[in-house]
Each structure stands twice: as structure tokens, then as C-alpha cells.
């Protein structure tokens, strides 16, 4: 019960923060989601860096990692919200931001974790 707790609040202030960072980055006008781009960049450089502590000397326990990893960066990060705006550039036609959207993010996001796992090794 004390991990499911621990991965509920982690979630819910992910998701918060995740809010407003959508409320004041994404561009209605542009329709370009800047703040579920940096959302979800963000949370995989801090899930990089929290899983590498946790596994480097097992600098975090399984209740830190679950509520961090699990929670807040589940949270805070969003593949539905991410999915449904690719298909809303799609379906408007917009093939330009689709494409550059899709592929940085999958390839930042995969990139901020392997940048988040290096800075580890500094601390």
C-alpha cells in the first residue's frame, strides 16, 4: 500500500507541473505543443538521472525510485497527450510540424536520457 501511495503522489505533482508547463508553452495560435515537448524532454533527462543514481550504487531505494521514476516522471511526462497532438498537426494538415515534432522528440527524448544517466556519473 506505502508504493502505491508513493507512486500516486509522484504522479500528481508530475502531472501538475506538467499542466502548467503545457498552460504557459504551447502556442494555441501555432498549434505547436512546445510545453508537452519540454514536458516530456524534461522528464527523460530526470528519469535518466534518477535511474542512473539508482542503479549506481543503489544511491536511491525502490520507495525513492517508485515515487520519482514511476510517479513523478509518469506524471509529468505524456505519450496519449503527445499521440493525440500529432494526430491533431495530422489531421490539420500540417505535415512540416508533425515531422519535425515526431522526430525531435523522440530523438531528444531518447538523447536527454542518455545525457541524464552520463551527468550521473559526475555526482
Not at 501511495?5 to 494555441?28: A, D, E, T
Not at 495560435?29 to 542503479?55: K, M, Q
Not at 499521440?83 to 525531435?104: C, P, Q, R, T
Request: charged letters at 5%; hydrophobic letters at 50%.
Amino acid at each position: 500500500m506505502k508504493q502505491f501511495l508513493l507512486v500516486f503522489i509522484g504522479g500528481g505533482f508530475g502531472s501538475v507541473l506538467r499542466y502548467f508547463i503545457g498552460k504557459f508553452l504551447n502556442n494555441s495560435e501555432t498549434g505547436i505543443p512546445y510545453g508537452t515537448f519540454a514536458a516530456n524532454i524534461l522528464g527523460s533527462f530526470f528519469i535518466g538521472i534518477i535511474l542512473g543514481l539508482a542503479i549506481k550504487n543503489n544511491a536511491l531505494n525502490t520507495n525513492q525510485t517508485l515515487l520519482l521514476a514511476t510517479g513523478f516522471c509518469g506524471g509529468f511526462t505524456t505519450f496519449s497527450t503527445f499521440a493525440y497532438e500529432n494526430h491533431a498537426l495530422l489531421k490539420n494538415g500540417d505535415m512540416f510540424s508533425f515531422s519535425v515534432y515526431a522526430i525531435a522528440s523522440f530523438s531528444l527524448a531518447i538523447i536527454a536520457v542518455w545525457i541524464g544517466s552520463w551527468v550521473v556519473k559526475f555526482f
